[in-house]
């Protein structure tokens, strides 16, 4: 048996040009035995076809006829991807042929990705036409809401996903629609004020939550960097979906007033620098996964920029981490509050109190005082989502809240195997004080062993008799709803202020534009009207509101709590 290395030894013994090494051109090809004794022929066996993409490292570079000095450059890859089923296919023959001629595998990392199935778990088959035409998905949702729903899908782990149209249909509403909205807002509003990043330096500004979100931007651009290369692509897009929670749910809807008051100020022209920032670099970095999205809004905020050219997204660079932007006990102190404002929410849920209908008093419960500290300069937002008069800190947290520890079994149960039940009765016994080092992010040593604070849940939950209390795993707060006629009155015109609000929008009126109501009220409804006659045209652009036979544009009648009201809005005459 002769084994021939090359094209060129198959000519030089043949004396026959060789272009196609199919078998039709090779098997009456012949030539001497090197015995001297009858002519060798082709072997009658057909090579296994996975021989041939197992070997593509080298024959897509002519390896060894080609290359040979810098192989190295090119092998091992650094990465392969493909599909779950080619654990017993490609990944295998590279990996068989690598090793057998070099001693290594041919690759250094392995994306897989699992299986697509119809929505009812059968494989997908044009014959039972059990799922949908990719075309007429791209086509209704768009190519970028189908790409990054597959992106953030069991595939990604090598997991099989079900199919779903609706999946794609909430890939839109709870990522692309928010991002766009938000990016929306920062224009509608600049194009009003003919704002222009050159009218604010970047990073400069003394706002707390300014500075909140581009740190956060930052904490995020070092977590995408480091899960991306680790070829952990599944942490992902849960990141960006998280900072864009942050973005439009927490920095937007906290900064609405500086957008909205008359005039540019510095702190209005630093408002619109840091949305702009932050807007293009999400641009940036949602660019691998939502490209056409990515490029539009990049492009679109790029004409803002005097002198820059809209260049595409794509040709840019990955946002680079600026650790000189992060400023991590600042985003500690954000979470905290937002943490705050979710257990007053829900506290206003359980006893059925609108947020637009004010309360007296919240007090923030902690045993640590310097957390309370750190809360205290974010105060005014706390009262404003919360619509509370007065906030209160108290370190005398043992009061109202018993603390407890459980262990992280995700952590801890790996770490100690059999052993996690003895382990978590000892993380259950701990004392007040143990739990409080935890808290400060500080290790503890139990019978030898040192738990890291992740390691090692602590509890909060209010004492018996304490029903204004609620707590997370992180603070507490105590938030009685009980309201006076004057807080009534004060409720009644925010909701006042909302349905005009919505009116404007239904009627189609710009951000900018005046208008005059009229209205007919019950007496009481009236009165709040009256008595909070300034707070509600300041809110709504009023130039007047007369108690008159409503008419306008729009007229509407509403029922606020059993009182009904007739509003009608106008534009105003310029």
Not at 220 to 247: C, G, K, Q, W
Not at 476 to 481: G, N, R, V, W
Not at 538 to 552: I, K
């Amino acid at each position: 048996v002769v084994c021939l290395g090359s094209v060129a030894e198959l000519a030089e013994r043949t004396g026959v040009q060789v272009t196609d090494l199919h078998r039709e051109f090779v098997d009456a090809l012949t030539f001497p035995a090197p015995s001297g004794k009858g002519l060798m022929r082709r072997v009658p066996y057909v090579f296994d076809c996975w021989f041939e993409s197992g070997s593509m490292p080298y024959a897509q570079l002519h390896y060894p006829f080609a290359h040979a000095d810098d192989f190295d450059r090119y092998f091992p890859a650094d990465f392969i991807a493909e599909g779950l089923d080619q654990t017993r296919g490609w990944f295998y023959t590279l990996m068989v042929v690598a090793s057998a001629l070099f001693d290594q595998p041919a690759f250094r990392h392995v994306v897989v990705n699992g299986l697509v199935l119809a929505e009812d778990g059968k494989k997908m088959s044009k014959r039972l036409k059990n799922y949908p035409e990719p075309e007429e998905i791209m086509a209704e949702h768009g190519a970028d809401a189908l790409r990054l729903y597959l992106i953030n899908s069991p595939l990604v782990r090598a997991e099989e996903l079900r199919f779903s149209e609706q999946g794609v249909r909430d890939t839109v509403r709870r990522l692309l629609l928010p991002w766009w909205n938000a990016y929306k807002f920062f224009v509608t509003y600049a194009l009003v004020d003919d704002w222009r990043p050159a009218h604010t330096p970047a990073g400069d500004s003394p706002n707390i939550l300014d500075r909140w979100i581009l740190s956060r931007q930052q904490t995020l651009i070092r977590r995408m960097s480091a899960e991306m290369e680790a070829y952990r692509l599944y942490n992902v897009v849960p990141a960006l979906l998280d900072f864009l929670n942050e973005l439009t749910n927490w920095y937007v809807r906290l900064n609405r007033r500086r957008f909205w008051q008359e005039g540019q100020d510095a702190d209005k022209r630093f408002a619109y620098r840091a949305l702009y920032d932050v807007l293009r670099g999400f641009a940036k970095l949602m660019a691998p996964f939502t490209p056409f999205l990515a490029e539009a809004i990049y492009r679109n905020l790029s004409t803002l920029q005097e002198g820059e050219a809209a260049e595409s997204v794509h040709l840019g660079a990955f946002p680079a981490y600026d650790e000189r932007l992060v400023d991590e006990k600042l985003e500690d102190a954000v979470t905290r509050m937002q943490r705050v404002i979710l257990l007053g929410r829900s506290l206003r849920n359980e006893r059925k109190v609108k947020v637009r209908m004010p309360l007296p008093v919240l007090t923030i419960l902690h045993r640590q005082h310097w957390i309370l500290d750190e809360l205290k300069p974010l105060e005014a937002y706390i009262r404003e989502e919360l619509n509370v008069k007065e906030i209160c800190y108290s370190t005398a947290e043992d009061t109202k809240v018993v603390l407890s520890a459980k262990p992280n079994p995700q952590l801890l149960g790996p770490r100690f195997g059999k052993a996690f039940g003895a382990v978590s009765k000892q993380i259950a016994s701990l004392t007040v004080e143990q739990m409080l080092t935890l808290e400060a992010g500080e290790p503890l040593t139990l019978a030898g062993e040192v738990f890291r604070p992740e390691e090692i849940y602590i509890v909060r939950q209010a004492r018996d008799g304490a029903p204004d209390v609620r707590s997370d795993r992180f603070i507490s707060i105590e938030f009685p709803c009980v309201l006076d006629e004057q807080l009534i009155a004060e409720g009644l015109a925010r909701e006042v202020v909302h349905c005009i609000q919505q009116m404007r929008k239904d009627a189609g009126y710009q951000v900018e534009d005046r208008i005059d109501v009229t209205y007919e009220a019950a007496p009481r409804l009236a009165a709040a009207i009256d008595y909070h006659r300034t707070y509600i045209q300041q809110e709504t652009l009023a130039r007047s509101l007369r108690r008159a036979q409503p008419l306008g544009d729009r007229v509407d009648t509403i029922d606020l709590d059993g009182d009904a009201v007739t509003l009608g809005v106008r534009r105003a005459a310029a």
